[in-house]
């Protein structure tokens, strides 16, 4: 998926794709450098009635692709795929909004990583992921 600079204004309001959207994500910030998106609680829980850990790392992998993205743009290769994933489940949120900030540990030319710390409305750490893109050209 291309981002271009006008196009960055759909991730805001469609959660960036429509997994984000069906599950409430909503980005407030975008760049290579800093993606920030939330996600409520309700709707997105396991049968016990916590966080489900896969909506955890739906959020992760949707903020760290976008950042992917929008690094890729700056070395022509505007095509972010995942290729690995994974998450640390630290504690468990019943209720509210979950935070999710992603910032890049590696930025090269063929390859995109990212780390997503996941925090409740207290600031506590929920979940902490790691996501691994290849960017491809057009």
């Known amino acids: 998926m291309d981002i271009a600079a006008d196009s960055v204004q759909e991730l805001f309001t469609d959660g960036g794709g429509s997994l984000g959207a069906r599950m409430g994500i909503q980005l407030s910030e975008a760049s290579a450098e800093r993606v920030v998106g939330t996600m409520p609680v309700e709707g997105n829980t396991q049968p016990y009635g916590l966080l489900h850990g896969g909506a955890s790392c739906v ?72 996501i691994t893109c290849l960017l491809r050209g057009a």
Do not use: W
């Open 59 to 130: 959020l992760a992998e949707t903020l760290g692709s976008v950042g992917a993205v929008m690094h890729g743009q700056t070395v022509d290769r505007p095509f972010a795929v995942g290729v690995d994933i994974n998450a640390t489940h630290h504690k468990s949120a019943r209720s509210g909004v979950v935070t999710g900030v992603a910032t890049p540990v590696h930025r090269g030319r063929t390859m995109a990583t990212y780390e997503i710390v996941i925090t409740d409305d207290s600031g506590e750490r929920v979940c902490t992921a790691r």
